[in-house]
């Protein structure tokens, strides 16, 4: 693909920006991206960033169970140790096994999120986006609500009536 300024060099770096539900796809090359001021974060090997993650997981002590010993998975034996060195997790059950000591590191990863909401194909109907969006709402609604920020929450269920009434439209 040719750089979109020059239409001279390779595309390179490809940005793509979503604001209000409209993708917007920039594609150039190293040089004009300098040029434009754009700077390029280079992709973190999972090595380093899986230790950057666990650099930050709570202290031993408090990943010891409640009998003192530490926690090993009944399935498949693993230990916090061993994900410590491999940055891996022996079965999907050491998920809830190890949920205390992972859920820093979950949050830490995804901007204080545990709670994976997907993402809607850009072909997807306006209905379904329509849906999707009156979902994410209605999850901040109840969050707000939770932390007793009524305001907020007044504003967030505002939304969702106005959204509703369109689709009934």
């Known amino acids: 693909m040719q750089c979109q300024i020059c239409k001279k060099e ?4 490809h940005l793509t ?14 040089n004009c991206a300098v040029d434009q001021g754009i700077t390029v974060k280079s992709q973190m090997p999972i090595n380093e960033l899986l230790s950057s993650l666990l650099s930050s997981q ?9 009998s003192g010993q530490e926690l090993a998975c009944p399935d498949c034996g693993f230990t916090l140790d061993k994900f410590r060195k491999e940055a891996v997790l022996g ?3 050491d998920y ?5 000591a992972l859920m820093p590191l979950i949050k830490k990863a ?3 999120k545990s709670l994976h909401c997907g993402k809607v194909p850009s072909r997807a109907p306006k209905t379904v986006k329509k849906q999707v ?3 994410a709402l209605q999850q901040q609604l109840n969050e707000a609500v939770k932390k007793e920020d009524y305001e ?4 967030l269920r505002d939304k969702i009536n106005q959204k509703n009434e369109k689709n009934s439209k």
Not at 17 to 30: A, L, Q, S, Y
Not at 96 to 100: D, H, M, N, V
């Open 96 to 100: 809830e096994i190890f949920s205390k």
């Open 110 to 112: 995804h901007e204080g």
């Open 133 to 135: 969006e009156i979902s």
């Open 17 to 30: 920006e979503i604001n209000d539900g409209v993708r917007n796809e920039v594609h150039v090359c190293e």
């Open 58 to 66: 709570p202290s031993d002590d408090e990943m010891l169970a409640a």
């Open 10 to 13: 390779q595309a390179t770096i």
């Open 152 to 155: 907020k929450a007044a504003m």
């Open 91 to 93: 079965c999907p059950n």
